[in-house]
């Protein structure tokens, strides 16, 4: 039997499973949802028909992550995660055989879903900044003809963000469609979801994964005007969030002042990572370079990444090994500290053996 080449040839997203006493590789939020959301949640389940199917269109979970995020629940979608979003737009709203822009150095199931379904994936490089070039994107554009652009701002694993005037020339310039995945936008503060009801062409990607701390629920929004929603649900699955997720999430989004109390303890610990990591760059300028980031997690280019990485899993610390980067999520303060810790002493080691 032959199967297909796409399937053959791709190289699988493989997520960390191994258990470790500080887990710093997901971009999790450090903080879980308080317990009288769960106690609510646990009710609804409690008084639910299991036995019947889920509200397929998730009317109740729209319209309140609608309220949450300021825009008309007609404008959102619901999918399992961003990964199952991404899925259904690359394998739907590209024809057959057709071009998706993606730039290096971002979420790396952005070329993977393009190339599975067929596509070819052009990939944008990025400036020695590790930033999206607007003009070379735009230039880019124009010349390969893609039927999609699709890049994370802020940007995932690069931490770089592009401000919403250039995000919003990128769509106004690019006669295709954009899709923007903002699932680290409640760390930036330079979103475009106001704007979907604006552009034919622009799609915002929102999640629960990260500043809200839902990443084992798996529920992530598109958001676009009500022409590209209703294609979206004309393919999707007609059930594809079960009824535990929908119930979940909307108890969670009844709590609005809870989830931005979250958001904010979260950006509150990265800023505190952020100046960690900049004054270890600051100690040992000779063996790490500090990168700014915008996001939930700090990058740095330490003197050998992979040997960084390796002393850190034998002290039971996971962190995010990228080629010649590490990237570190931001945890709670002791964990925070206690990596930081970690790499300085692994500094201080190196400059006592040279």
Request: net charge neutral; glycine share 6%; charged share 20%.
């Given at each position: 039997m032959k199967l297909p080449e796409k399937l053959t040839n791709l190289t699988p997203y493989i997520p960390s499973e191994n258990k470790y006493r500080i887990k710093l590789d997901a971009n999790e939020n450090a903080e879980t949802i308080p317990e009288r959301i769960r106690l609510r949640a646990a009710q609804m389940i409690a008084s639910a028909d299991l036995n019947r199917y889920p509200d397929a269109a998730c009317d109740a979970l729209r319209r309140k992550a609608g309220a949450y995020f300021g825009i008309p629940a007609e404008n959102l979608g619901v999918g399992c995660g961003s990964d199952e979003l991404l899925s259904v737009l690359v394998n739907n709203f590209v024809e057959k055989g057709g071009k998706v822009l993606v730039t290096e150095f971002d979420f790396s199931m952005y070329k993977f879903y393009a190339e599975v379904s067929g596509c070819e994936a052009i990939v944008l490089p990025r400036n020695d900044k590790l930033g999206i070039d607007a003009d070379l994107l735009i230039e880019t554009a124009r010349r390969e003809q893609p039927g999609m652009i699709l890049f994370s701002n802020p940007g995932n694993p690069n931490g770089q963000g592009l401000k919403?005037?250039?995000v919003r020339r990128i769509v106004t310039e690019c006669d295709c469609l954009v899709v923007v995945d903002e699932a680290y936008m409640d760390f930036w503060r330079e979103s475009v979801l106001?704007?979907?009801?604006?552009?034919?062409?622009?799609?915002?990607?929102?999640?629960?994964?990260?500043?809200?701390?839902?990443?084992?629920?798996?529920?992530?929004?598109?958001?676009?005007?009500?022409?590209?929603?209703?294609?979206?649900?004309?393919?999707?699955?007609?059930?594809?969030?079960?009824?535990?997720?929908?119930?979940?999430?909307?108890?969670?989004?009844?709590?609005?002042?809870?989830?931005?109390?979250?958001?904010?303890?979260?950006?509150?610990?990265?800023?505190?990572?952020?100046?960690?990591?900049?004054?270890?760059?600051?100690?040992?300028?000779?063996?790490?370079?500090?990168?700014?980031?915008?996001?939930?997690?700090?990058?740095?280019?330490?003197?050998?990444a992979e040997y960084c990485y390796k002393k850190l899993l034998e002290r039971g610390i996971c962190v995010r090994h990228l080629g010649k980067f590490l990237r570190i999520s931001a945890g709670t303060d002791a964990e925070n500290s206690e990596v930081i810790r970690a790499l300085d002493e692994l500094m201080t080691q190196r400059e006592d053996e040279q």
């Open positions: 919403a005037d250039v106001a704007d979907v009801g604006k552009y034919e062409n622009l799609i915002v990607l929102r999640t629960c994964s990260k500043a809200l701390g839902l990443a084992g629920v798996r529920c992530g929004f598109i958001a676009a005007t009500e022409t590209i929603i209703g294609y979206f649900n004309a393919v999707r699955s007609p059930y594809n969030m079960n009824m535990l997720t929908q119930m979940l999430a909307a108890a969670a989004f009844d709590e609005p002042d809870e989830l931005r109390r979250m958001t904010e303890l979260c950006v509150a610990r990265a800023d505190s990572l952020r100046l960690m990591a900049r004054g270890l760059a600051a100690a040992h300028p000779n063996l790490v370079e500090y990168i700014h980031t915008v996001t939930n997690f700090v990058l740095i280019r330490p003197f050998d």
